[in-house]
């Protein structure tokens, strides 16, 4: 976790640096050769912006914390790509029934606010704008992912009358330069 906590105790760091980003190549090279081979052609368009930000949004969702969280962010977004389709599909036609539903008169109303709708879903570039927010949303109000969610509330069960609310509270750090201050 320290660099120089490391190199006090005489840990060569660069020979630790260089030999893990080999190891994280060599695992990225095997995955991706497996990728090709599953589908036995790959081209650069097959690598957009959008799944660019899945891979991103897996790290954030799941949390950085351990290996479970890289899973837990994989199950969140295989599950939200059908969700976003389903909103996108179906959330026009709920929304203009609710709206026939609570004035029966307001069927123009409920045909243009279901047309606007399916056009402002339609628009190209919405799947990324959402998962953009989805992002914001998990910075924001759960920094430690979905496995940080699920340690709060397995320490939550094991301290259950003895819990206190700032068991979790982030800790102000320093950089290097602030702390002889």
């Known amino acids: 976790d320290s660099e120089t906590a490391a190199k006090s105790m005489g840990?060569?760091?660069?020979?630790y640096k260089v030999k893990s980003f080999t190891i994280s190549a060599a695992m990225t090279g095997l995955a991706g050769v497996l990728f090709a081979h599953k589908l036995s052609f790959i081209s650069p368009e097959m690598f957009t912006l959008v799944?660019?930000?899945e891979f991103i949004m897996v790290i954030i969702?799941?949390?950085?914390?351990?290996?479970?969280g890289a899973v837990l962010g994989a199950i969140f977004i295989v599950m939200v790509d059908p969700f976003l389709t389903m909103?996108?599909?179906?959330a026009p036609t709920l929304l203009s029934s609710i709206v026939t539903l609570f004035d029966s008169t307001a069927?123009?109303?409920?045909?243009?606010?279901?047309?606007?709708?399916?056009?402002?879903?339609?628009?190209?570039?919405?799947?990324?704008?959402?998962?953009?927010?989805?992002?914001?949303?998990?910075i924001i109000f759960e920094p430690y992912g979905l496995?940080?969610?699920?340690?709060?509330?397995?320490l939550y069960f094991q301290l259950f009358p003895l819990y206190k609310k700032a068991t979790f509270k982030r800790q102000k750090t320093y950089v290097k330069s602030e702390r002889n201050r």
């Open 61 to 68: 969702i799941g949390g950085i914390i351990g290996l479970h």
């Open 51 to 53: 799944l660019s930000l």
């Open 87 to 90: 909103l996108k599909d179906d």
């Open 11 to 15: 840990v060569n760091l660069a020979l």
């Open 107 to 138: 069927t123009n109303t409920a045909r243009s606010l279901s047309e606007g709708f399916g056009h402002f879903f339609a628009l190209p570039g919405m799947k990324g704008a959402l998962y953009g927010l989805i992002i914001i949303f998990f």
């Open 147 to 154: 496995y940080g969610r699920w340690l709060k509330v397995k």
